[in-house]
């Protein structure tokens, strides 16, 4: 059973449209990570949320940490077809990270 | 170079076979991490430990063992392996509370 539950699974949009992806879980975490990876490749951690209402910038990227600290939202203006990649979503708790399916984005040139 | 080394990258074995998956960080960091992924599950932890010596249980440790005698090195060995076992397998180093370092993973095919 996954903790934490990631939508869309697979996104493809066209370069510079936005896209958000959305990670939800019923459980509470001490902070909540993002990482991007691309084929053949480790995942590459791109934010840390803590603090529940918490945003932060990444250049284009936006990401949300939800009052209740159980669910995050990933946003991307403008993507770029270097943003294509799977990124995944991971709630840390006693020391351990716990990861989303991960959701597939595909930015069309 | 500092950083997570995994080797091997690519393995074919065959069922009931032992096989050991080696990981190596040069950054001392306390804490090292086992995960297999595999299409539609993501990232699943199958083992990890806090310092040497110290290991524990994660998702599905079912079928692998694990030892931690340096804080260095944490290999993974599937004891009888078998096709379900077939997967990407990645180690990570972490300090307590912050980022997770992957390597770069190994593919484990087993026929």
């Known amino acids: 059973t996954q903790l934490l539950e990631q939508s869309p699974q697979f996104l493809s949009i066209q370069e510079g449209e936005n896209l958000t992806v959305y990670c939800n879980s019923s459980?509470?975490?001490?902070?909540l990570q993002w990482y991007r990876q691309e084929p053949g490749e480790g995942p590459v951690l791109l934010v840390t949320v803590v603090t529940g209402g918490e945003v932060k910038k990444l250049k284009r990227l936006t990401f949300q940490f939800g009052d209740a600290r159980k669910d995050s939202s990933l946003h991307i203006t403008a993507a770029q077809p270097g943003d294509t990649g799977l990124y995944l979503c991971a709630g840390e708790g006693d020391y351990k990270l716990s990861f989303g399916a991960g959701t597939t984005v595909t930015v069309r040139a | 170079d500092a950083g997570i080394t995994q080797s091997p990258r690519y393995k074919i074995t065959e069922t009931g076979r032992q096989v050991t998956l080696m990981c190596h960080q040069t950054w001392s960091h306390s804490y090292m991490f086992w995960y297999r992924q595999d299409l539609g599950h993501g990232l699943r932890l199958i083992y990890y430990s806090a310092a040497a010596d110290i290991t524990d249980k994660g998702e599905v440790p079912d079928g692998y063992v694990v030892s931690r005698s340096k804080t260095e090195n944490f290999p993974l060995t599937l004891e009888s392996a078998t096709r379900s076992q077939t997967s990407v397998y990645f180690c990570a180093s972490t300090r307590a509370n912050t980022e997770a370092f992957f390597g770069q993973g190994t593919r484990l095919t087993v026929v």
């Open positions: 459980s509470v975490f001490s902070s």
